[in-house]
C-alpha cells in the first residue's frame, strides 16, 4: 500500500501554480479593540507537586553573546518587522471582518489552506517569548494588538458566523466544517489537521498570558476550551480514538498539553476532561506496556501527545501517562535518532533501529526534534536523569541551531522542513506557512528556557547547558553569570554576581566528555568523581564573587550506525561535524593506519585553521549548526579492510565480528597504549580471541601480532 502524501511533497506541488491574492471581506467593520491588558512579569501556574525541578522563567534567563545569540537576534528581526496584519488576515476573513487589504503569509497560511490559522498561533508565541525576553514595549503592544483581534473574531463568530460555530468559544482561521467532517472520519487531504490548528492557536493564547500577562488571551482560550468540550465530550471513546488514529486528520498536536495547562489556570473540570478526550488509547496502552509500534506512524502526530499525557499525569496521578512517556521516549532516542538528534524519514518513523538504511534527503523533520526537545525537558522536570539533557544538548546544537539560515530576512522564518542525512544533500530554508516554519520562529527565541533549572526546595541549581547566559533567581536572591564561547570549547566559567548561601550546584558531565572534566572554585581544583552522563554536585556557601570553571576538553569521536556499523557520523565533542561535497555516493573514509599509541583521531584529521573545521582525505569537515546551502555528508562509510599499525601492513583482513566491529575497532577502543610493549600485548590478547572465534587462522594471527611487534607508533 502506498503511503500517503507528506505535507511537504503537497506544499512544493502547490508551490508552482498558488497566486497569493488579498483577503477582501470588508463588509463588517472591525470591532473597536479593547483595551490592552496590563503586563505582568508572569502569569504562569504554579509547577506540579510531581515535578521534582522546576524551569526558570525566559525572562529570568538572559543570553550572553554567542552564536545562540546571534541566531536569536535574526529571528528577532523577524519578529519586529513581520506585519500583524498579514497574520490576522486569515482569522478575519473567516469571521467576516474587514482584512485591511493584507494578504496572509503563504505556504499553507493562505485564503484557501486546509491548516491556516496554525502558523497566526505560532507567530502569538514567538512574539510573546521575544517579549518575555527583550521587554520590548513595541512587541508587547504587537502581542496585544494580535490577541485582541483574535478576539474580535472569536465574539464575531458567535454573532455573526456564516455558518454560525456549535458554541460561542470557538475560534479558527476556518469554519467548523473540518471538525464536523472529522467525526465522520474524512481523511487527509480532504481535511487537514483541524485540531492541530486549534493548539497552535491555544498554544499561543498561553504563552501570551503566561509570558506577557495578557488576562485576554486567558479569556479567548478558556472560551475556546469550553468549545472543545463541548464538541468532544459528547462524543463516544471508540469514535474519538478512531479519529486520533487518522493520518493527519487526527493529528491534534499538543492538544491534551495545552487543555491541562489551561486546567491548572482556570480550575475548570471541564477542560481536564476535554483533554482526556484526546488519550490515543491503542499508542498510549503499547507504549505504557512497553511494546514498540511505531514503525510506519507519522512521527510529529504522536510526539506531543506523550508530553500531554506527562501534563495528564501531573493533574491526575494515574502513571500509565507517565510510563507511556518515559518508554516513548526511549523508542525514539538511540534506536531511531540520527546523529543530530533528529528522527523520522519523510515525516514517518522507520523501522526500531533502522538508521543506514534511511539516510536520503528527507529525514529529520524540525517540528519533530522540537516537541522531541519537549518532551526531554517534561520529563527532566519527574525525573532529573542526565540522559534527558544529554539528548537535549545534542538537538539543540546540531538540529535547532542548525535550521535557521545564517541570513537575516523580515519576509519569513528562514528555517528548516525536512533536514537531510544522506551524501551530497543540502539544507531549504524558508517554510513560512509550514508547521516546521511555525515551530521554527518558536525555536530561536527560547534557546535559554533549559540551561538551569531549580530543585523544587530551591536547594539546588542544575547547570545543564554551556550556554552563555545570566541567571537571575530572585527567590534566592543569586545572580550567576555563566561565560563560554559554547559550542567553539568546552571550558566555561560560572560567577556569582549577586548572593550567597548554602546551594548544592549540580553540573552535567556531558556523555561526550571522556576526555576530562576538570572543575575547580576560586583556582582550587576539586576533588570530585566526574562521570559521563551524570550530575556532579559541588555543595557549599557560595559567596559573592565565586568562581566554578570547568574544562570539558573536547575530542574527536565517531557514532557507528546501529543497523551497519561502518556508516557513522564524526563529532568534536558535542558538534556533529559534516564533510563539504557535492558528491551523491558515501564518501569512504579510513582512519586507523594514522593513529600513534595514543589511539586518537585527531592523528589522522586535521585542524584547518578555523575554529571547529578541520580536514581529512581532501575535504573540509565544518561544524554543521554553521546554516548555509553548502552540501553536505553527515555520515561517511568507513573502510578498514586490512590490518595496517602505522606503515606497517599485515596482510590480514580486518574481519569483523557479528555485531559488524573489526579487529581494529576492538583494539583501538583500547587505547591509550602507554608504551609498545603494552600495545603488542593488547595486539595478542585480541588476535587470541579473533582466533577462537574463527576470524583469524593462526598464520594470520601471528602475521598480525608480528606486525604489531614491528611497528613503531611512538610519535
Not at 575497532?665 to 610493549?677: E, H, I, K, N, V
Request: with cysteine; proline share 6%.
Amino acid at each position: 500500500m502506498s503511503q500517503p502524501p507528506t505535507r511537504r511533497r503537497l506544499l512544493s506541488l502547490a508551490a508552482g501554480t498558488a497566486v497569493a491574492v488579498p483577503l477582501v471581506h470588508a463588509a463588517t467593520p472591525a470591532q473597536a479593540a479593547p483595551a490592552s491588558p496590563a503586563a505582568t512579569p508572569s502569569a504562569a501556574p504554579t509547577p506540579p507537586p510531581t515535578w521534582a525541578v522546576r524551569p526558570f522563567a525566559l525572562d529570568q534567563v538572559t543570553l550572553g553573546d554567542g552564536v545562540f545569540r546571534r541566531k536569536r537576534d535574526l529571528m528577532l528581526g523577524y519578529a519586529r518587522s513581520y506585519p500583524a496584519d498579514r497574520i490576522l488576515a486569515v482569522f478575519r476573513a473567516n469571521a467576516g471582518l474587514d482584512t485591511r487589504g493584507a494578504r496572509p503569509p503563504g505556504g499553507w497560511e493562505t485564503s484557501e489552506g486546509n491548516l491556516r490559522g496554525h502558523f497566526g498561533g505560532h507567530f502569538v508565541t514567538l512574539i510573546a517569548q521575544a517579549y518575555a525576553d527583550t521587554r520590548e514595549a513595541a512587541l508587547k503592544a504587537k502581542l496585544d494588538y494580535l490577541v485582541g483581534a483574535l478576539g474580535e473574531c472569536q465574539q464575531a463568530l458567535a454573532d455573526h458566523g456564516s455558518p454560525r460555530p456549535s458554541h460561542p468559544g470557538y475560534l479558527a482561521a476556518y469554519p467548523e466544517t473540518q471538525f464536523i467532517l472529522l467525526e465522520s472520519y474524512t481523511t487527509y487531504p480532504t481535511i487537514w489537521a483541524p485540531y492541530y490548528t486549534c493548539h497552535k492557536i491555544m498554544r499561543g493564547l498561553l504563552d501570551a498570558h503566561t509570558l506577557a500577562g495578557n488576562a485576554q488571551a486567558l479569556a479567548i482560550a478558556s472560551k475556546m476550551g469550553d468549545w472543545v468540550h463541548s464538541r468532544l465530550g459528547r462524543l463516544p471513546t471508540a469514535q474519538l480514538e478512531r479519529m486520533w488514529s487518522i493520518y493527519i486528520a487526527g493529528e491534534y498536536g499538543g492538544m491534551n498539553e495545552v487543555l491541562a495547562d489551561l486546567y491548572a489556570l482556570t480550575g475548570k473540570q471541564e477542560h481536564l476532561a476535554a483533554a482526556r478526550c484526546f488519550d490515543n488509547t491503542a499508542l498510549l496502552d503499547a507504549c505504557a506496556e512497553d511494546r514498540d509500534i511505531l514503525n510506519g506512524r507519522h512521527a510529529n502526530q504522536h510526539i506531543p501527545q506523550f508530553t500531554g499525557y506527562l501534563r495528564l499525569f501531573d493533574h491526575t496521578g494515574e502513571e500509565e501517562y507517565a510510563a507511556a512517556a518515559r518508554n516513548f521516549w526511549g523508542m525514539v532516542v538511540d534506536p531511531r535518532m540520527y546523529s543530530l538528534g533528529g528522527t523520522g524519514q519523510g515525516e514517518m518513523f522507520r523501522a526500531r533501529g533502522a538508521i543506514a538504511a534511511t539516510l536520503d534527503a528527507d529525514n529529520a523533520e524540525t517540528c519533530a526534534t522540537y516537541n522531541m526537545l519537549k518532551l526531554s525537558r517534561q520529563l527532566f522536570f519527574h525525573e532529573p536523569d542526565a540522559a534527558y539533557m544529554d539528548y537535549y544538548e545534542r538537538g539543540l546544537t546540531n538540529h535547532i541551531l542548525a535550521s535557521r539560515r545564517d541570513a537575516p530576512s523580515t519576509s519569513g522564518p528562514e528555517v528548516t522542513y525536512f533536514v537531510g542525512m544522506g551524501p551530497g544533500v543540502v539544507r531549504e530554508y524558508d517554510n513560512t506557512g509550514t508547521c516546521c516554519g511555525g515551530t521554527g520562529m518558536e525555536n530561536h527565541t527560547k534557546y535559554q528556557d533549559s540551561v538551569y533549572f531549580r530543585s523544587a526546595d530551591g536547594d539546588a541549581l542544575y547547570v545543564n547547558l554551556s550556554l552563555a547566559s545570566t541567571l537571575r533567581w530572585p527567590e534566592r536572591g543569586f545572580v550567576i553569570e555563566q561565560s563560554s564561547a559554547y559550542p567553539a570549547e568546552g571550558v566555561r566559567t560560572l560567577t556569582f554576581r549577586e548572593g550567597g548561601g548554602r546551594l548544592d550546584l549540580k553540573l552535567r558531565v556531558p556523555s561526550w566528555a571522556t576526555g576530562g572534566f576538570i572543575v575547580t572554585v576560586n583556582g582550587v581544583r576539586q576533588q570530585v568523581e566526574a562521570v559521563p552522563d551524570s550530575y556532579l554536585t559541588l555543595s557549599r556557601d557560595w559567596r559573592r564573587g565565586d568562581r566554578v570553571r570547568i574544562s570539558a576538553p573536547y575530542r574527536l569521536r565517531v557514532e557507528r550506525a546501529l543497523d551497519d556499523p561502518t556508516v557513522q557520523s564524526l563529532f568534536y565533542g558535542p558538534v556533529l561535524l559534516v564533510a563539504q561535497s557535492a558528491e551523491t555516493a558515501f564518501r569512504s573514509f579510513s582512519f586507523y593506519r594514522e593513529f600513534t599509541l595514543r589511539g586518537d583521531l585527531a592523528d589522522a584529521i586535521e585542524p584547518e585553521g578555523r575554529p571547529l573545521h578541520f580536514t581529512t582525505h581532501g575535504l573540509t569537515l565544518a561544524p554543521f549548526h554553521i546554516a548555509d546551502d553548502t552540501r553536505y555528508h553527515a555520515y561517511f562509510r568507513r573502510s578498514e579492510p586490512v590490518v595496517v599499525f602505522g606503515a606497517t601492513d599485515s596482510g590480514v583482513p580486518n574481519r569483523a565480528r557479528g555485531d559488524g566491529l573489526t579487529f581494529l575497532d576492538m583494539l583501538w577502543a583500547r587505547a591509550p597504549f602507554t608504551t609498545s610493549g603494552r600495545f603488542v600485548a593488547a595486539v595478542r590478547a585480541l588476535a587470541a580471541d579473533w582466533l577462537a572465534e574463527g576470524l583469524f587462522t593462526p598464520t594470520e594471527r601471528d602475521r598480525v601480532v608480528a606486525a604489531a611487534t614491528r611497528a613503531d607508533l611512538r610519535r
